[in-house]
């Protein structure tokens, strides 16, 4: 089983920052996506890279997919209140089958103090 | 909107009890999937699903199993429960195939506790 790790595992920062985490992995990855979890609910899906290099942008959140494809970021500009949570990266390996499974890392807890 | 609902929130156990999780999704998605979810540990898959009355060990499926009798219901199975099973265990579901890029929808949880 492959291993995404996930830096820093904790993060408190002020209202108006900017951060960047990180998904880091040895293996080369078809896709990874970024999910959000807020407490008590389950994750949701924030983007999925699929193309080494691939940068995406969902606001103020940029995400980059690394050119060979083990490793991605997340960076948040001005970061909010709204934005704490937990995140997740999730990647699936190369050359799976049609039942392949998604691996998570262990996630960032994000804390925006206002 | 795609709704994935799980049975309990919250559920309280006790040593050696069988403990039924029930989860059901309301897009008719082909996939469906069991973690738990333990601080420093992250998601772990037990078990999915990819077609009604199909199963597929995932990393940890140890004490546990599933039954999938309809498309849109997944349910996960405490034979026995022990105390190292109390967690968060989250069900999701998938559209397409099971190792497509598409999103996995969550449902909210539920807190097991094993006294």
């Known amino acids: 089983t492959q291993l995404l790790e996930q830096s820093p595992q904790f993060l408190s920062i002020q209202e108006g920052e900017n951060l960047t985490v990180y998904c880091n992995s040895s293996?080369?990855?078809?896709?990874l996506q970024w999910y959000r979890q807020e407490p008590g609910e389950g994750p949701v899906l924030l983007v999925t890279?699929?193309?080494?290099?691939e940068v995406k942008k969902l606001k103020r959140l940029t995400f980059q997919f690394g050119d060979a494809r083990k490793d991605s970021s997340l960076h948040i500009t001005a970061a909010q209140p709204g934005d704490t949570g937990l995140y997740l990266c999730a990647a699936r390996s190369l050359g799976t089958g049609a039942n392949s499974k998604l691996t998570f890392g262990k996630g960032i807890t994000l804390s925006v103090r206002p | 909107d795609v709704k994935v609902t799980q049975s309990s929130r919250y559920l309280v156990k006790r040593t050696g009890e069988k403990v039924f999780l029930e989860c059901v999704q309301d897009?008719?998605?082909?996939?469906m999937f069991w973690y738990r979810q333990d601080p420093g540990l992250g998601l772990r898959l037990i078990y999915f699903?990819?077609?009604?009355?199909?199963?597929e060990k995932g990393d940890i499926p140890e004490g546990y199993s599933v039954s999938r009798e309809k498309k849109e219901r997944f349910s996960l199975i405490l034979e026995s429960a022990s105390t190292n099973q109390t967690s968060m265990y989250l069900c999701?579901?998938?559209?397409?195939?099971?190792?497509?890029?598409?999103?996995?929808?969550f449902g909210p949880g539920t807190r097991l506790t094993v006294l």
């Open positions: 699903s990819y077609d009604v009355k199909m199963k």
């Open positions: 293996s080369v990855f078809s896709s």
């Open positions: 890279v699929v193309t080494g290099g």
């Open positions: 897009m008719d998605h082909e996939n």
């Open positions: 999701a579901s998938k559209p397409g195939l099971a190792g497509g890029y598409n999103e996995q929808f």
